[in-house]
């Protein structure tokens, strides 16, 4: 009897997620809204399954020395400012590499970029952030990236998501000293160059 109330938990699971997934993919999911850009398509399920399948297939990410550098310095700050409540261990530096080769895989490159390195830090300590974050300093140097409730934020347009990563890695970037990695119409913080 148990196994089968877990059965069912699982499978009403499954067909919930899929069911979420596919509206978000539409853009008719909880609290997403159509784009103004009406260029912009939404992929089906069997168009997003293939995309996922060929990127998987075709490309087996090799880390830039500029994305090495930012993982291994975040890994290394982390492990310098841990706080009790998450343990930093080699296995989450593995993990940093592991997720920005699959983000790089989802932007169809086979090298990991210094965005895909800093994409996944951001998502990172903002999914720890609710618990303090990963890194301490992060979050106080960080201080636009507090930790906000998904259900009570509305999902920002294409061009504010950019303009709101591009802050962000900026803002990560200049912690870790390496700013100048990225070009200067990129940088979305006072360096004090005049570039």
Request: aromatic share 8%.
């Amino acid at each position: 009897s148990c196994l089968n109330i877990q059965s069912a938990r699982v499978e009403r699971d499954r067909m919930i997620s899929r069911f979420l997934l596919e509206n978000a993919i539409q853009g008719t999911g909880y609290k997403c809204k159509a784009s103004k850009d009406s260029t912009l398509k939404y992929w089906s399920m069997e168009k997003m399954r293939y995309y996922i399948a060929t990127v998987k297939d075709r490309f087996h990410p090799t880390l830039s020395p500029n994305a090495a550098r930012l993982l291994e310095r975040h890994y290394q700050s982390c492990r310098e400012n841990q706080n009790n409540t998450v343990h930093i261990t080699v296995r989450f530096f593995e993990s940093l590499i592991r997720l920005s080769q699959a983000h790089a895989k989802l932007m169809y490159r086979s090298v990991v970029t210094l965005m895909d390195a800093a994409a996944i830090i951001i998502l990172m300590e903002s999914s720890a952030m609710k618990c303090g974050g990963l890194n301490p300093s992060f979050s106080n140097d960080m201080s636009g990236l507090a930790y906000t409730e998904p259900l009570h934020i509305e999902t920002p347009s294409h061009d504010e998501a950019q303009e709101l990563f591009l802050r962000d890695q900026s803002r990560l970037l200049l912690l870790y000293d390496m700013i100048e990695c990225i070009p200067p119409e990129d940088r979305r913080v006072d360096t004090g160059d005049s570039n």
